[in-house]
Each structure stands twice: as C-alpha cells, then as structure tokens.
C-alpha cells in the first residue's frame, strides 16, 4: 500500500494568518492527491481534486500545490470556519489518507 | 438538495453483526461507484469497501471476509453488512460518493459527496 505522511498531526494558527500542512507519498503519485476537511458531526468536505484544482464552491483561500512524492495544502488568511482537521488522500490505487492535521485556535 | 444519509450505527458486542444504511437523494445509487469510509478516533480514515456501478466490489485487508457492501436500487440505498465484529471495528462510518475528472493527462478520482457518517462502538 501506498503510505500517507502528513505533518505537523497539529498546528496552532489565529485568525487572519496562513498556513501550510504537507503531505509526502511513500512513492510517486503523480498529482493523484486530494485533500479533505473534517468537523465533527459535519460531512467531510472535498478542498482540493489532483492536487491542485479547487473543489467547486470552496473559498479561494485554499489552495495546494506539488506533484510525485510532496504536496502541499495552504490556507490563506484563516477563517474561523477554517478550524478542522485536514486529510490528504492519494487515489492512484487502494486510496489511503493520512494521519490528518488538526488545526487549532491560537 | 444532493445528499447521503447513513443510519445504523449503535454499541454492540464483539462477534455482533450490524446493518449499516446509506440513503441517497438527487443520485441513483446504481450509476455512481459508492464506499464506505471509517474513521477511528485518534487514527486516519480508511476506505473500508467500494462498490462500482457494475456491481463490482472491493474490500480492504481488515475486512474482508467479515463485511458485506450491497445495494437497494429500489430504496436507492447502499448497506454495509458487518459480520464478526471487533473492537478495532469502533469508528464513525461514512458513505461517499467516487467522481473522477479527466484531462489530456490521466483520470483523477475523488471522494466529491460524504454523509455525516453514523458511530458503530463495537465493546462489551
């Protein structure tokens, strides 16, 4: 199986600023990487579709970036809203997600 | 509206068994690759089992065997069988639904629709 690493597993961040989670591939994937946010009892929302293209109706201010092995989700000026937890997904074979990034109020 | 609504889960003893429904509205179950998706407190999601719209299946590792993904065109629901359960089956589970987008280059696929997913507690 391909091996999902996400970093950092939290992140501490106050409204306005911007942050970046990485997520590094246990082999090349291409732009095969999507990422995903979570909040409890909420739907899990699709952000980012290979790598880089934005899910319709998700605000601008995410955006990702990379391709093979290293990836990149980058959120500018933080919303309130935006307080979640992140997962990255590789889907060239037998999807698997990584660990997730919990993002924090500061 | 589109959307996917699972129901089912409950606390049940190691060895039960479980119905878990997915109910789906503004899309037909039978014409679109739907899976099931677990995900555990403290750990990462997993893709517990697919279905495509020709009927085929798959199912990871830890399940195989044990669990059952099937469909109700007529209810337009999708169900998920758990046989022998264990604790480590303890996760909210979720119904999603598989799109791709294709470009010059390849076929990318995603997860673009999720319910709210439903608690299994799997304890004595």
Redesign the interface.
Known sequence: DIQMTQSPSSLSASVGDRVSITCRASQNI???L?W?Q?KP??????LI??AS?L?SGVPSRFSGSGSGTDFTLTISNLQREDFATY?C?Q?VT???????TQLEIK | EVQ?VESGGTLIQPGGSLRLSCAASGLTVSSNYLSWVR?AAG?????VTITYADGTT?Y?DSVKGRFTISRDNSMNTLYLQMNSLRAEDTAVY?C?RDRN?K?TL?E??????????TLVTVSS
């Open positions: 291409n732009s095969h999507n995903y979570l009892g909420r739907a899990p929302k699709l579709y290979a293209s899910q997962y997904q889907s037998a999807y698997t997600f990584g660990q997730g | 996917l995900h750990k990462g999601l997993e893709r798959f990871a979720y999603a987008t470009t390849a990318y696929w995603y997860y673009d629709l999720w319910g709210r997913g």
